[in-house]
Structures are given as C-alpha cells and as structure tokens.
DNA sequence: CAGTGGTCTAGACCACTTC
DNA sequence: AAGTGGTCTAGACCACTGC
C-alpha cells in the first residue's frame, strides 16, 4: 500500500512521508508491521530513513544518491568529476529495438538524445538516450544544457519521473570513427559499451542509454554480493 | 556473534544453524532480535531461511548459489553452460601489486593459476588467478582439472573457505597475441577486462582473478538499485 | 520536551516440512 | 503432530532531531 502511494506521486521525492504511528492507523495494522514495510521499501531504495527526522521519499536530487547508476570511477580512487555537454536532441519515430525495450509501438513518437560527458576536459562518455515523447513532452537542447545536476534530478523536477532500478548489459567494442571523434580516441581503441534500461515505479522502463566509455584511466566499478 | 561463529566455522557451509529459538536462549535475547540478526546475514546472502527446515549457512555447493559472481550471459538470454579448462597451476612469489590486494608481504608464496572456459567450444573466458599459498597448499593442476563444479566449491570443500562478496573493476581492452590464441580471436579485438578480488568472513581478501572475456555473443549482466 | 525512528520483548497464530 | 521459519501485535525503552 505504501508502494501503490508512491506510485501515486501522494509523496513526492524529497518529502517526508507520515509518520510509523500515523501510517500504523491509517491501514489499521501495528507500528512493527508499519516498520517491517519501512525497511523493504528502503533497502530497495525507495524510501530512506532518518532517525529524529522521519523517512524521506528517495530522490535523485540529494547529494548520495545524485550517481546512484554511476559505477564508472578513475583508477586512482579519487572521486569523478563529470561535465555534460549535450550535441543532440531530437524526435524521431521508434524503430523495433527502442519500441520493445521501451514498450511502445513501432512508430510512436521517441526523443533522441546524445550527450558527451568529460572529466577535466577530458572527454570520457559517450551517450545517446531515448526517451518516450509521451512523458518528455518538450523537452529540448537547450533545457538539457541549461540543467546544472544530475539527469535524473532533471527528470524528476521537469517531468516528474523518479528513476528506481536500472539494468545495463557490458560489452567491450571498438571506437568507429564517430566513436573515436568524439571521444577523443584512436579509431580501433577500446571501449565500453553499457547499454542501460531505467525504470521508475511499477516496473516501467522510461529511458534506454547506449554509453561508450573510454576506460584507459577509469573503470566500471562493482561490488557482488 | 551469530557473524562470529560463521567466521569461526562452528557452522559449515551448507550446514544448518540452531534453530530461532536455540539461538535465542543461547544468547538470551527474543526469537524478535535472533530473527532479525538472521534476516541481516540473509540479507548478505552469508544465510539461506527455508521455511519450515531451518536456516542454512550459505554454499557455493548449493544449485542457486553456483554460480552467483558470474555476471556473463549470452545475448540470447538463455543460460550460460561454461566448461573449465586448467592450464597452468604454479607457485610463485608475490609481486608488490598482488601481495597488497591479498593483504600479504612482498616475496609471500602465492599460487598462479591459468584457465581457459569455453560454451560449446568456443573459448569465452581466459582467466588468472591468484591465491595466498598458505591458505591453497597442495593445490595441483591434476586436482583443479579433476574437479567437476564450480571454483568456489572446491575451495569450499578442499579448503574451507567460502567466498562471502568480490568486487570486480571492469574495462575494455584489446587482445594482445597471447590472449587472441587463448580466445580464438585476432589480435586487437575488444575484451572485457574483469578484475576482481574476493573475500572471506572477516573482509579477508583470499583470490585475485583478472578475467578476460569474449563479448562478441554475451555479455556482462549488472543490476542497479 | 515532544516527536521521530531504532531496538527489543513476549506472545499469538499461520504456513511449510518431516515423520 | 511436532518443529521450523513467517507474520503480526502491543507495548517498553533508547537515541537522535528540532524547537
């Protein structure tokens, strides 16, 4: 039930949600029943607790979770600085691959985003982003590049979309000659591709992201448990 | 203390713990506070509940637990069927680099092991593999090709060590002439370049392995939350 | 000091497993 | 039927936050 508000934007990223006694009457169980949903919804991230204060509706707009998706980190251990520039923002009809991931139809209406992120100057992503139009609605080049954050807190400030949970599936490639003008690489050089589906609330896939990374001083870094 | 006792190998991997209430008059606390302990160390996959039997200590041993820090699949989506081939097993001395990930000194003895894994084949993985020798001693060549499952089950059950978690740094690079023969690819093809140490109870790191792999058919599977 | 989450208790009842 | 984990309750007390 808690789940099902969220979903319902009732709270929205940032907010408090009521209290474990509130939310106890409100469904009639008790507050350990209350405390045992508490704690699910956070270890999933979607909820996060702050002892005093309350528990707080995750968004991407705070300060940890501002690169929540983000394993790519420099060799050295120091912390990635990374600069946007967007190229490109355009619509365009789905093609088959966009549309199933996505879950639309062929042929409906997808925004298509590239974007160059660079670490002192250093250009070091390549990415191109679709997007349903039916939740972007004018979006454009300039707002992207106008936007100081994190593309998920731009998502949920302009759109209200809360990104959840992502998959992304790794391969290594070689830089084509695109590939290698924008990143700045020899064409043939080695590069990591992370093909990334996000998705907000219920399971709804909103943004497919083709990134190539240039991993000479940087790698893609992951914990298993 | 339950932590502990893992640790200490009072309980054996696959093994079944004492049951809430055992446990929870042996350190005199509720079944409320053993059951929540349990859900931690389950949470961290170190436990496995099963209704009505009782918790177990986790396995590598175990069906589901096979082959949990392998992150490759085929594009295809259906399941990855790797067969191992060992092709080198020697001690050596550790190196700077080694004896610091392994938490030993400089010059310790360490054991180097080389593998080749193929699906139906064709070779996707070359691997080498770095284990503390004091922890390993005798580990043969003939040993590791005669055993059957997968790696971290015969460190189980030869060694009595159970890998808890890894962290893997992830990259692409390019095939030099060694490893093209290894994978059967030419010289400068993309590779996925995994590196990964793997712990113990107690945060103690006990294998390096650096992974090559073919992503030409698979690919590395990551989820975000 | 009031309100929040954090920990713990003692006990009820349910669902699954084994004999 | 006995024993296990799974869920829930009602209440106590602690630790942290903000006024």
Redesign the interface.
Known sequence: MILASLQASEWLPGDAIPSEMELAARYAVSQGTVRKAIDELA???LLVRRQGKGTFVATHQEEDFQY??L?LEP?SGHKLHLKSHFLACENLKSDVLIARLLKLKVGDCVIRIDRVQSSDGRPIVFEEIWLPEGRFKGLTLEALNAWPGPMYAFYECEYATHM???????????ANSELAKHLQVSE??????VE?VAFTYGNKPVEIRRAR?D?SDQ???????
């Open positions: 270890a999933q991230n929540r998706f394993r060799d959840v949970r992502a998959e992304e599936k790794i391969k290594a490639v070689l043939g050089a080695a590069l990591l591709s990334r990374y991993t790698h893609y870094d992951n914990k298993l448990n």
